[in-house]
């Protein structure tokens, strides 16, 4: 089946699909999206439209190509502000655009903070620009995510926390201005997307 080699299976693997018998994996869905034009930011976290607009390139855009300069935009920047001291509704990522910087690679998702709750790392006013885990797994102890969950975002420093049979059931969500900013617990099956932060931009408001 023509369709199951351009996600890189087979026929049958596409069948389990539809009869929701298995999962589809990280790069099947990439595949899924560079072959049919469908949106990156829908399939991954249930942004915008499920299928890219296109349109022609800007002057800038052209001139790059013209010099054989590689200005495709990798970085999606959202209308939703990731408030660190309180959270903020999902349905509120509904507009986003991308933009590039240079020297700054992979599929990114970019945001503006608001609160201070990770005063001094990440100010109020800052954006990030964050990379989505393809799985929770790959997440590291006391490092800074966007945590995403069914109705908020939160950005945080995180824990995991295991029960009495160390299963990993929980992440503590811990503010680096801690002297204003108590931690808490949310339970790990709350979690919809993790995305790491990468990188901060600052001064921009």
Not at 15 to 43: G, P, W
Not at 98 to 123: D, Q, T, Y
Request: net charge neutral; proline share 4%; charged share 20%.
């Amino acid at each position: 089946m023509a369709f199951a080699i351009k996600l890189g299976t087979k026929g049958h693997i596409i069948n389990a699909y539809l009869e929701d018998k298995r999962k589809i994996t990280y790069e099947q869905v990439k595949n899924l999206c560079t072959h049919y034009s469908v949106n990156e930011a829908f399939m991954f976290q249930g942004i915008g439209d499920p299928f890219v607009k296109t349109k022609l390139p800007d002057p800038e855009q052209r001139l790059a190509m013209a010099l054989g300069i590689n200005f495709s935009p990798n970085i999606l920047f959202t209308n939703v502000e990731a408030f660190a001291s309180n959270t903020v509704g999902v349905d509120l990522l509904e507009e986003n655009e991308w933009f590039r910087i240079p020297g700054v690679k992979g599929e990114l998702v970019a945001f503006n903070i608001n609160g201070n709750s990770m005063v001094p790392n990440i100010a109020s006013g800052d954006m990030v620009i964050c990379s989505p885990l393809a799985n929770t797994t790959e997440m590291i102890d006391n490092e800074i995510y966007a945590v995403v969950t069914n109705q908020s975002v939160w950005v945080k420093r995180v824990q995991r926390c295991y029960d009495r049979h160390n299963g990993w059931t929980h992440l503590k969500l811990i503010s680096d201005n801690h002297e204003e900013y108590d931690p808490f617990i949310i339970e790990i099956g709350e979690v919809r997307r993790l995305l790491k932060v990468k990188r901060r931009l600052t001064g921009l408001m």
